[in-house]
């Protein structure tokens, strides 16, 4: 069940995480005011609690949403994304599945797509909700954020009931809602999805993990960073109105991204610009910083 995710392993595993990922961005913000303006790299990881805080490496403006669920637009500039826990379920590789055996989405025939509603490799489930075309630009932060063509993006989700395919009891057999995409020469990758639902104790997201290649998207050995992407809460609340999403709308409106255990340090560089409608569906597009 949904509720599930954030209990015993999801828990355990994210606050870990969390802690390591609370003492690097202390200290990288330590660096920070030590070397001055000039500094470069660390600038856009968000410490502090200030869920607006972004300094940039070339011209700009971020903004971010606050609780109570007004739309927000995502950053402008060109930060390094923040690195952030994989969760439990990544499917990558580095951990094991309901079945016991390890768990890796990047070894199956057919992984490298845009359209990632529909399981595949002999698995035949399709997941339904709001339509959500995904845009991911990648540029690098240390060339005046120059798209960064041929690149790999791994990104997975959640489905509507809050399930996570190859984990989730009723979507152990499915791994709808993963795939991979090489980045054009515009530096995007672009994906074919559903909004994600909206489990308890975490506002709806997306996970996605950046490679060099889509040669070495094959296990999580090989990944440059890992991070995840966030929501308009006003966005959120209009596609759980819709049928099909379950509790969702009950857990989104039980937190908000000041008290998410990932966000709640800094989200600016995270939140998607997302246009478009419940009815018609949605676009959600995040510029995504890597050091290359």
């Known amino acids: 069940m949904p509720q599930d995710h954030d209990s015993h392993l999801g828990l355990s595993h994210d606050l870990s995480r969390l802690h390591q990922q609370a003492f690097e961005r202390r200290t990288a913000l330590r660096w920070l005011l030590g070397a001055g ?19 940039t490496s070339s011209s700009g403006s971020s903004s971010s949403s ?19 826990t994989e969760g439990p379920y990544p499917g990558d590789g580095s951990n094991n599945g309901a079945s016991g055996s390890v768990a890796n989405a990047l070894a199956l025939s057919g992984i490298v797509r845009s359209d990632i509603r529909a ?14 075309q995904v845009i991911i630009e990648l540029v690098n ?39 991979v995409q090489a980045t054009g020469s515009d530096g995007t990758a672009v994906f074919q999805t559903i909004y994600p639902g909206c489990y308890a104790g975490r506002v709806p997201h997306i996970h996605f993990e950046i490679y060099r ?8 050995n090989n990944k440059l960073r890992t991070s995840q ?25 039980a937190i908000g991204l000041a008290t998410d255990g990932i ?22 597009r995040l510029k995504v910083g890597i050091a290359a």
């Open 66 to 84: 606050d609780t109570t669920g007004s739309t927000s637009t995502s950053s402008s500039s060109c930060s390094l994304i923040p690195s952030e």
């Open 141 to 179: 932060t240390n060339a005046s954020c120059a798209d960064l063509s041929g690149y790999a993006v791994y990104l997975w989700h959640c489905d509507a009931e809050g399930r996570y395919s190859m984990y989730s009891s009723g979507a152990t057999a499915e791994n709808y809602l993963r795939g």
């Open 263 to 284: 966000f709640s340090d800094g989200y600016a560089t995270q939140i998607a610009t997302v246009t478009g409608s419940a009815s018609a569906g949605y676009v959600a």
């Open 213 to 220: 290649s889509t040669t070495t998207a094959t296990n999580w």
């Open 229 to 253: 992407m966030c929501f308009p809460a006003d966005v959120s609340s209009a596609v759980y109105a819709t049928s099909g999403y379950g509790s969702s709308a009950a857990n989104n409106a």
């Open 37 to 55: 303006a000039g500094a470069m790299g660390m600038s856009g990881c968000g410490g502090g609690g200030s869920a607006a805080a972004s300094t």
């Open 119 to 132: 399981s595949i490799a002999g698995a035949t489930g399709v997941a339904t909700g709001v339509p959500l």
